[in-house]
């Protein structure tokens, strides 16, 4: 017998539709490249949306066309989500980082017939445009009058004249809720990038779990700041879950810099932001350095790469700001496990609580998880075993676009396919998980591994170290060992030896790093990793200064 409820597919548009409706005078905020701060609601929103999905109608697109964006945080950029997923195509977000070659690529994989950029990237659109080869339509997102003139991109046209030749009274149309609605490349460091490939189910489902109280606890009365870009894995979602909560969104255009970004949470009275562990170090270091306080700063979700504790230490114990660590990836829409206590914890000292919090946290309904051995056996959740780590569920890829990469999925005993998330892990009793590397980056000395992630940890914790990267190099002995290349903050001098001298008592002695090797910058990939295979290469020809004992 089936239930006897209405079948209403899940779709986009309805996110919109429900924030026009119940929150139609709820703000939103943008910082724009133009410089200024654009203000409207979620009411202007929608309509403008709707304005967008007749003018992708009105030209010659059918269902599932992929649009392309190259655009910061901002009002249109959120107006394309809705527009073109809502309409019934697919909005493929291209993060402008990368290399133009490999733009090119993923707009001709993705078989793009629209490109909608920021002016920011004009540059980047005259240089790729000879290589995209299915492009037909360029839209700038800007005024008539902002419209470059010779811009060398014949039939280029204003977002606003675009769109606003149309009537915002579009009805969205109903389809099939698995339809895809957005897609994204992985940042993959080897071979071509593979293609996650949303659908209007799963982005809304991941939509109402980021939103619940123990993952983001958003609501009606939260500012949310999404730093994450929005070309990168939906901004973690937020655009959607802000819709389905009425929350007021504070868009931070191109100005990543830790100024910007503190001006505009006070000046926004944002309680939420949401980023990368590298965008938070620039804001702490604004904050820090000028002896400024968050005045209306409540909570802030750090992810995509490992959260240092002392990022943590230094938002709770100096400013009042709640760290939620957050792990996902773009094959996971991206949220996989987020970080906050249980009841149990609330009595134990804040020690033993931030101890918790420096994990990656609990999975999230929805997603779920398993470690396993070399065998694909399932490993004990005791805090000590660590195995890869695979997952499955509703917002997690079955497979790639284009089927590219062949079957991604391991089968279990009973048939079910899981992900292999590349990274390896540990679970303890209370299921929170603990990332130790990534698989490809474990070191493994002697047989024994050591995180990576443990020695940059111990490395950030220092005072006079701002940014620090480990890396395994050869060792005769021990096939590998650990070094570490550290960024210093400006005007500090700790030597090699007193860093090492740190290590000693916060992990095992044959997990000391063997070497540090103080560097100007780190390299950073194109969504704000670490480009640990870049390192590897830099220091392929090192030899450790003398060839130790360990452990
Ligand atoms: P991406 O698909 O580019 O979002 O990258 C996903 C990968 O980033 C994951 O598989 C992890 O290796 C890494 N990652 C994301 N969040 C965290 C975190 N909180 N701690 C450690 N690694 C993380």
Redesign the pocket.
């Known amino acids: 017998m089936n239930g006897l409820m209405q079948s209403q597919p899940l779709l986009i548009s309805s996110l919109i539709e429900f924030a026009e409706r119940h929150h139609g005078d709820a703000e939103i905020v943008s910082r724009r490249v133009e410089g200024d701060i654009y203000r409207y609601t979620y009411r202007d929103s929608a309509s403008r949306a709707r304005q967008v999905a007749a003018a992708l109608d009105a030209m010659d697109l059918v269902f599932s066309d992929r649009v392309a964006t190259l655009a910061w945080n901002g009002y249109r950029h959120f107006e394309l989500y809705y527009g073109v997923s809502g309409s019934g195509r697919v909005l493929h977000t291209i993060n402008p980082r990368l290399h133009p070659d490999q733009i090119a690529w993923m707009a001709n994989h993705a078989e793009d017939q629209v490109l909608c950029f920021d002016l920011t990237f004009l540059p980047l659109v005259q240089a790729i445009r000879a290589k995209c080869n299915t492009i037909r339509h360029y839209i700038a997102l800007c005024d008539e009058d902002k419209l470059p003139k010779d811009s060398g991109i014949p039939g280029l046209i204003a977002y606003e004249s675009w769109m606003g030749a149309h009537s915002g009274n579009y009805a969205w149309p109903s389809f099939d809720e698995n339809s895809a609605s957005s897609m994204?490349y992985?940042?993959?460091t080897t071979g071509n990038p593979k293609a996650?490939m949303y659908s209007h189910r799963s982005t809304t489902l991941h939509a109402y779990a980021a939103a619940l109280p123990d993952v983001m606890g958003l609501s009606a009365r939260d500012a949310i700041l999404p730093v994450v870009p929005m070309f990168?894995?939906n901004a973690w979602g937020l655009p959607y879950s802000a819709a389905l909560t009425g929350a007021k969104v504070v868009f931070p255009g191109p100005a990543l810099d830790g100024k910007s970004v503190f001006e505009l949470i006070e000046a926004e009275k944002v309680s939420f932001a949401a980023g990368?562990?590298t965008v938070w170090q620039m804001l702490l270091g604004h904050a820090q350095a000028h002896g400024l306080k968050f005045s209306t700063l409540r909570r802030t979700v750090?992810?995509?790469?490992?959260?240092p504790p002392a990022m943590i230490h230094a938002f709770q114990e100096q400013y009042g700001v709640e760290v939620l660590?957050?792990?996902?990836?773009?094959?996971?829409s991206?949220l996989?496990?987020l970080c906050t206590l249980k009841n149990k914890h609330l009595t134990q000292s804040a020690e033993a609580q931030t101890a918790i919090r420096m994990k990656?946290?609990r999975a999230i309904f929805g997603v779920d998880m398993k470690i396993v051995d070399g065998n694909n056996e399932e490993l004990p959740w005791d805090g000590e075993a660590y195995g890869d780590?695979l997952v499955r569920g509703p917002w997690v890829v079955k497979e790639y676009f284009k089927s590219e990469g062949g079957d991604p999925l391991v089968a279990d005993s009973q048939g079910r396919g899981w992900f292999p998330?590349?990274?390896v892990a540990t679970i303890d009793a209370d299921g929170y998980l603990q990332?130790t590397?990534?698989s490809k980056?474990v070191i493994k000395s002697g047989g024994e591994w050591i995180s990576s992630?443990d020695i940059e940890n111990i490395a950030i914790a220092h005072p006079d170290i701002a940014m620090a990267a480990c890396v395994g190099v050869f060792h005769s002995k021990w096939d590998e060992r650990p070094i570490v290349a550290v960024v210093r903050k400006p005007n500090t001098e700790v030597s090699r030896e007193e860093l090492l001298k740190f290590y000693e008592g916060k992990t095992a002695k044959w997990q000391i790093p063997d070497d540090v090797i103080f560097v100007e910058a780190i390299p950073i990939?194109p969504?704000g990793?670490v480009l640990k295979a870049k390192l590897r290469d830099q220091f392929k020809d090192y030899r450790l200064p003398i060839v130790g004992q360990k452990p």
């Open positions: 994204c992985t940042s993959g996650a990168h894995v990368v562990p750090i992810g995509g790469s490992a959260c660590h957050a792990w996902g990836m773009t094959e996971m991206p996989g496990t990656q946290g780590l998330t590349g990274d990332i590397d990534r980056d992630i990939g969504t990793k």
